[in-house]
């Protein structure tokens, strides 16, 4: 008996320090992916969020360039800014409802691919309409998120022995992303590395190109417009952006992925170099919207 009570004592002992082990790591994974969130919140253009700085700068009316016909990306001090020529290039395909169809058939994909699919806790009605009204107020169609975000009811969620605040706005639903339950103990609070923005790229442009839109001027400015701001999550993913856009053109790309399983072991678990030995050799680097000789997508 008294062995026994030994063994029972010792496996409780064991039971409470694994215990005491896993709090702790979770602990260092949230003082870690606090860290990256505020580093995240410190972004210009998610400060112009939380400031409510969604208004149309009346004063550029330019909607072409000198070369091309593109519109150029119209980032002021760091921070991209909704013109009259963004408003133009929304309202041409059809403003919010275009959009709408656009994000609402991308959570589709994201919902049924099994990597994207961990990073979102649950599949709620609200996903799509939040992401249209996003886009439309970046682009200047006034400001239906922040209007949206205003009333929103802020949910809290379990995950791996916390309890963490639910999404309201742009960093919180990426830290929200990043303790998805979904997620395995070991990926867990990680925030978001290149492999996951290029899986995610591919499929939001792949949604576009069924809605329509990539093969547009919209289009156009959007493939630069999310070059801009995957900077935020992977400050190595904006080179990506045009390969991406590109493989969403080839049917074949896309049947590839389903007979993978939804999987694209072609990018997936690269390093960096190895990444970037797949991209055109002009398509390699980023400098980001402040520097004196800007590349891709600033260099208009």
Known sequence: RKKIQASTTQSSDTERT????????????????????????SDPDIRAERDGAAVVDET?????????????LNVVNFSHRPNAATRALVESIGGVAKLREFTSRFYELAFADPHL???????EAHHGERFAFWIAEKFGLGQPWTEERSR??????????????????R????????????????????????????????????????????DTPFGNYYVRFIGHFVS???????QFARESARWSADPTNFQRYLDNGREMPDIQGLTLA????????RERGYTGSGAEVKLWPYEL
Request: proline fraction near 5%; hydrophobic fraction near 35%; charge should be positive.
């Open 18 to 41: 694994t215990r005491a082990e896993e709090m702790a790591q979770g602990k260092t994974v949230l003082f870690r992916s606090r860290s990256a969130k505020e580093a995240m919140e």
């Open 232 to 238: 935020v999550y992977e400050r190595t993913a904006p």
């Open 117 to 123: 699919d961990q990073f979102i806790r649950e599949h």
């Open 60 to 72: 550029t009316t330019t909607t072409t360039t000198r070369s091309k016909g593109e519109v150029p």
């Open 171 to 214: 960093s919180s639903a990426h830290f929200a992303a990043w303790h998805s339950p979904k997620r395995d103990a070991e990926t867990w609070g990680e925030h978001f590395k290149l492999d996951d923005c290029r899986v995610w790229m591919r499929l939001h442009f792949k949604a576009a190109r069924d809605a329509g839109v990539l």
């Open 274 to 281: 190895q990444a970037v030995d797949q991209l055109p050799p």
């Open 152 to 169: 929103r009811e802020i949910p809290r969620f379990k995950a791996h022995g916390h309890v963490l605040q639910g999404a309201h706005d």
